[in-house]
Nanobody
């Protein structure tokens, strides 16, 4: 069983920054794509970013590319999401997910999920 644990969420003022972490355990992750999704109350789950464990290729949702950066540390089995210039509309629960195979923006295609970490951006 793959375990994913998110951390780094919290309360931040508009214009501020946060770095989320996703620590993965249980097996090696070669051949996986790691993704970040978010879900605000009453909204659909939204693709944020993804990265291939092998090769480090990155992908972003259309609204995220200018402000968010996904990265990985293979030695620590950890994926990061750096979020800059945060806005109140970024408020959501942010989830880390893992998928066997290539990147995909559809949340239903991911095999493993963390519990989520709350990000709240005040105005």
């Amino acid at each position: 069983q793959v375990q994913l644990v998110e951390s780094g969420g919290g309360l931040v003022q508009a214009g501020g920054s946060l770095r989320l972490s996703c620590a993965a355990s249980g097996r090696t992750f070669s051949g996986y794509a790691m993704g970040w999704f978010r879900q605000a109350p009453g909204k659909e789950r939204e693709f944020v970013a993804a990265i291939r464990w092998s090769g480090g290729n990155t992908y972003y949702g259309d609204s995220m590319k200018d402000r968010f950066t996904i990265s990985r540390d293979n030695a620590k089995n950890t994926v990061y999401l750096q979020m800059n210039s945060l806005k109140p509309e970024d408020t959501a629960v942010y989830y880390c997910a893992a998928r066997i195979g290539n990147y995909h923006s559809d949340y239903a295609s991911y095999d493993y999920w963390g519990q989520g970490t709350q990000v709240t951006v005040s105005s």
